[in-house]
Structure formats: C-alpha cells, structure tokens
C-alpha cells in the first residue's frame, strides 16, 4: 500500500460527517480507489466489509436490492454472512465497490445514511455515464475525486523525503536550487514522468527496478482505456476508441487545440459531443477549455466548443504514443531522462503541467487571442488559473530557448493589468526576469 494524500480527504470527511454521508471516491480506472478506501477501513474501524459489484460474490445482496427489499437489518446479517465480518455500530464501514455499475446501490444509500449504523463509501469510475433512467442520485453523498500519484507520492514510494522541503522552499523563497541539486531533482522528475503515476506501474518498477515492467502495467492500462472507450457512448464503438486514440496525435500539434476534422472526414463536433462529455466524465483524460475574455469570473466564458484534451496520466501518454522496440525500451528511457533523445517534449510537458493542475483541483482553461498588430496569427497562453491575488497565467516552455514566449509577450502588452501573477514552466532551474517567474517543471505543484 502506497501512501496517498487523499486519505487526509477521507479521514476529513469521517471527522465532519460523522456517518451522516456517504463518501463517494471518483476517478479513473486503476488510480488506486478501490485499496485506498480498503486500507482506510483497516485502519480506522473495528471491521469493514468490500461488496464489490463487479464480481459475482456480490449477486446475493445485488438481488436483494433488485427486489425491493427494504428489511435493513436482514440485508446486514446477508453482508455479515457472505463477508465473513461482524458489523459493529457506528464503527464498521461497508464499502459499495465499483458502485457505477448496480446503480441501484446508490439510490439504497439515501436509506443507508438515515439508518445511521454504519459508514458507507463508495467507489467508482464513469458515475453519472453508468446510471439509469428513474434512479434517484442520493443527496447524502460526499464526493472527492482521486487522480494518479503525483510527484511528492512518487518521492515516498522511493523513500525520499528530502526533495520535496527542499524545492518548496526554493519556491516559496524564488530562489535558484543549483546547479547540481536542479539536475538531480530534474532527472528524478523525468523518471516520475516516464513512469507515470498509476499505481500498478510505480509497483512494477519498484519491485523489478527496470522500465521493461513499468511499461508492461501501463500497456495493460491502455489497452483497459480503450476498451472503455468502446463502451462510453452505446453504439459509438469506432468513434470513441478513435477520439481517445487521437489524444497523442493531437497534443503532438503545434496549435494543440483539438479539431475534429482530424478524426474522419467530413467530422462535426455534434458527431463527437456526447463522446467528448464521456471521455472528461471517465477522468481517463483532462479537458482543458477555451476561454474567451479575462476576467476573474472567467468561466463565465468559457467556449465549450474549443478545447484541448490530455490524457489523465503522462507516463501512461508516454506509452501510448511512443511504440518503443522492446528490446531497446531501457536504452530509450535512460536517453528521456537524460533529455537526449529526438521527440515532441513539448506535449508530455504540457500534459504534465496539466495533470498537475488538475490534481490540485483547477479547472483547466486556456486563452486564445489574436493581437491587434495581426488578425491571422492566432496565439494562445497554455492554462489561466486563479490565485489569491487574481488570476494567474502558465506557459509551458520544454525547450531551450523558455525566454522566448512571442504568444506570453503579446498578452502580457494586451491584457497585463489584469494578471496579478506569470509563470513560465521549463526545464532549467528558478529565475525571476521582472514579472515573470520561470519554474521548473517540479515546482509546477506549488502553484
């Protein structure tokens, strides 16, 4: 068991609620969800009990349901028999696994709740995609939603826990870490990148200490997705393994603005809707959407038409648009980390900066203008996001020229006055020019 933040959320909501919700734990498949709550209950309740709904231990108490059955203490002693566990009051937890798929258990809930002996926390993938015509969604929920590990996680996982102090408080400071300790912290962070921050994969490399395993876990996850893909709208197979496999194809773009002409010819937007809809609800990618003023209440403007979409987890884009030779894999990962090999970096920094943003619970927007020297060239600032000072924007620079930012110097001339802070993420260490601050890309978490 990997030590994970949002436990903190789930201890919270324990303190808060004190069994008058449900939690309810959203996210992409393989995250962590289903051990994350199962370690929670281990270590902060006499006894609980997994009712997993995609397996067939569970048709006894999903029948139950089916049939109306609202005799709540019966139902109890079915989940004390068939899980082998004695449920205490107010100290047992009943865990309503991959929920999405028996609905049913979630309009139960509402009763659940009102009973009041046990805790409940659900967990599951694709929610309001899976649900069924007449269910009641119970008001008695908590959600929180449950994204890869991030970078801080990763440092634990390896047993380090010096690196994150140290560059938080570089940033806190705005003060350059060094030669030396930038190289190390950023080579570290690359293999983070590659690796990804799926459980399954972190495990694989930990335990084999070889990229060839990690690889092999984040393939399996792929092709898991795509799969998914297949089913997220009935009878819209082609199209949704299309529209996720496009994701890499899209981000490789200069202008990563996502255009549906690129998917079939002849493609409209109303083709693809529903699609895009399920694919952000899935969490299996992050949707960023274009804004089309700034201004602190900007999602006032959002243009829901425009929009670039990244894959919910870097090391796992890695795979799906690098098709490495595996006799050569290892060779390949040590030259991207090193920064020696000849690929669009660009695109898995942008979706790095993306997934951590996401993480910290942003909204991702970007902006799209054109200046007022030019009415064709189109310019974009990669993600806008709030502060406490205003709003904040993030350009995301990969190569070696992060001082040159046409498109940031554009905005900055149009529409400084209402930006409080600017960031520009890039590969070297901490610098602060006037009213930028470029960051490395490891400090993107702090923001």
């Not at 069924?132 to 969604?137: A, R």
């Not at 200069?254 to 809707?273: C, H, M, P, Q, T």
Request: glycine fraction near 6%; proline fraction near 3%.
């Amino acid at each position: 068991m990997f030590k994970r933040k949002i436990t903190e959320q789930i201890h919270q909501w324990k303190v808060d609620y004190d069994g008058r919700s449900c939690l309810l734990i959203k996210g992409a498949r393989r995250v962590g969800k289903t051990t994350v709550a199962t370690e929670f209950a281990k270590n902060n309740y006499r006894s609980y009990a997994l009712i997993d709904f995609s397996h067939p231990s569970s048709n006894n108490i999903k029948g139950m349901i089916q049939d109306g059955f609202d005799d709540l203490d019966e139902l109890f002693r079915e989940i004390s028999r068939k899980y082998n566990v004695t449920l205490h009051d107010r100290n047992s937890v009943i865990i309503l696994d991959e929920v999405q798929l028996f609905p049913l258990a979630r309009q139960l809930v509402k009763h659940l709740v009102a009973d009041g002996r046990y805790d409940y926390i659900e967990t599951g993938s694709l929610i309001s995609l899976n649900n069924e015509s007449g269910i009641l969604n119970p008001s008695e929920e908590h959600p929180i939603e449950m994204y890869p590990m991030d970078f801080e996680e990763f440092c634990w996982v390896t047993g380090n826990d010096s690196t994150i102090p140290l560059i938080k408080g570089c940033f806190d400071s705005r003060t350059p870490l060094g030669r030396y300790a930038h190289e190390s912290v950023s080579k570290l962070y690359r293999t983070y990148m590659l690796i990804g921050g799926m459980p399954a994969s972190i495990s694989a490399f930990v335990q084999k200490n070889n990229y060839a395993a990690s690889e092999n876990a984040k393939k399996d996850i792929i092709s898991l997705y795509e799969n998914d893909s297949e089913k997220l709208v009935k009878g819209r197979n082609v199209r949704g393994r299309r529209l996720f496999n496009s994701i890499p194809i899209s981000l490789s773009n200069r202008n990563k603005v996502f255009k549906i002409a690129n998917l079939e010819s002849g493609g409209k937007y109303r083709d693809y809707s529903d699609l895009i809809d399920a694919m952000n609800d899935s969490m299996m990618c992050n949707m960023c959407f274009n804004i089309t003023d700034i201004d602190r209440a900007y999602d006032m403007y959002v243009d829901d038409m425009q929009f670039k979409m990244y894959l919910c987890d870097t090391g796992l884009l890695f795979t799906q648009s690098f098709n490495a030779d595996k006799d050569k894999e290892n060779e390949i990962y040590d030259c991207m980390i090193r920064g020696d090999i000849s690929i669009n970096e660009g695109m898995y920094f942008e979706n790095m900066v993306a997934q951590e943003l996401r993480a910290k619970g942003y909204k991702l927007r970007c902006f799209t203008f054109y200046p007022k020297s030019s009415s064709t060239n189109l310019h974009e600032i990669d993600f806008i996001i709030p502060s406490s000072k205003g709003i904040s924007v993030v350009e995301v620079k990969s190569g070696k020229t992060s001082s040159k930012h046409a498109s940031l110097d554009h905005f900055i001339e149009e529409h400084g006055n209402r930006v409080k802070e600017i960031f520009v993420i890039h590969s070297k260490d901490l610098r602060v020019d006037g009213d930028i601050t470029y960051l490395p890309i490891y400090m993107t978490m702090f923001l």
